[in-house]
């Protein structure tokens, strides 16, 4: 079945550093989500890529979504302790549901 | 409402009980899914709505899962005969239409089988 991976699975950073999680498909997706969850609390949505190629910017968070749409990234420029949490992409292939990948849980040293 | 709700928040159950797990969903949200979140994983799809109608239950890992939204809002998880590979996070998300809109989720209900 579908599986999609992340990585890394922990990274540790100084306040002011940047972040990276890739986020790799094993199918191709029809569409790529994003949700950060802070320990303790919910998944929230933070934003839905759909074209080929796309780049989306959130002030310090960019997102890009893979050419061949298997693959994505999120980069958080400058981290700040606000950014501490676990990062989830959500697939959408061929079927009705999201396949949520394994996370990369973020912390943000001050 | 003003977001995804769920009841109870926490759940202690001895091995063998039954348990029942609520989701009510935003207002007017016509899919409702429900997903299982293990510690330090991702969470992981077992049930779809679209109203009322179940189209999509390939997640649920027995036959001691049962979902229901008769009415197509509130949302019922049934758990029959729990065991301790059960004890996990239960996550409802809802969305206006369809699965590929934005999903909001509730803050789940974190289930403990002795």
Known sequence: ?110 | GAGVSQSPRYKVAKRGQDVALRCDPISGHVSLFWYQQALGQGPEFLTYFQNEAQLDKSGLPSDRFFAERPEGSVSTLKIQRTQQEDSAVYLCASSQFSSTDTQYFGPGTRLTVL
């Open chain 1, 1 to 110: 079945g579908q599986q999609v991976m992340q990585i890394p699975q922990y990274q540790h950073v100084q306040e002011g550093e940047d972040f990276t999680t890739y986020c790799n498909s094993s199918t191709t997706l029809s569409n790529i989500q994003w949700y950060k969850q802070r320990p303790g609390g919910h998944p929230v949505f933070l934003i839905q890529l759909v074209k080929s190629g796309e780049v989306k910017k959130q002030k310090r968070l960019t997102f890009q979504f893979g050419e061949a749409k298997k693959n994505s990234s999120l980069h958080i420029t400058a981290t700040q302790t606000t950014d501490v949490g676990t990062y989830f992409c959500a697939g959408e292939g061929n079927t009705d549901k999201l396949i949520f990948g394994t996370g990369t849980r973020l912390q943000v040293f001050p």
